[in-house]
């Protein structure tokens, strides 16, 4: 079992940072890719960035690109989003995923694992 836990939401005016924070517990050894996705109200949950824990590759949806950074630390109990440059339209409720497969991209069925949240509120 793994267990996520986010932080480093909050409520930043637009062209602001932020960083978030995923703790991963549990047994994290055979974890293959970790992911971030958010659900902003009355839309559809979207995959933001993932990454293979093993190999390092990074994913982003196209509207992030550039202004957001997902990295792990070496021990794959802590994943990041570094999101720079933030717009009104980033607002969100952000979640941390995880599973085992060797490849999950930004579908958001290929993860098993989920935190409870963290909200994100740009204002313009």
């Known amino acids: 079992q793994v267990k996520l836990v986010e932080s480093g939401g909050g409520s930043v005016q637009a062209g602001g940072s932020l960083r978030l924070s995923c703790a991963v517990f549990?047994?994290?050894?055979?974890?293959?890719?970790m992911g971030w996705f958010r659900q902003a109200p009355g839309k559809e949950r979207e995959g933001v960035a993932s990454?293979?824990?093993?190999?390092?590759?990074?994913y982003y949806v196209d509207s992030v690109k550039g202004r957001f950074t997902i990295s792990q630390d070496n021990a794959k109990n802590r994943l990041f989003l570094q999101m720079n440059s933030l717009k009104p339209e980033d607002t969100a409720m952000y979640y941390c995923?995880?599973?085992?497969?060797?490849?999950?991209?930004?579908?958001?069925?290929?993860?098993?694992?989920w935190g409870q949240g963290t909200q994100v509120t740009v204002s313009s």
């Open positions: 995923a995880a599973d085992y497969r060797m490849t999950c991209g930004l579908a958001g069925a290929n993860y098993d694992y």
């Open positions: 549990g047994y994290i050894y055979s974890l293959q890719c």
């Open positions: 990454i293979n824990t093993s190999g390092g590759s990074t």
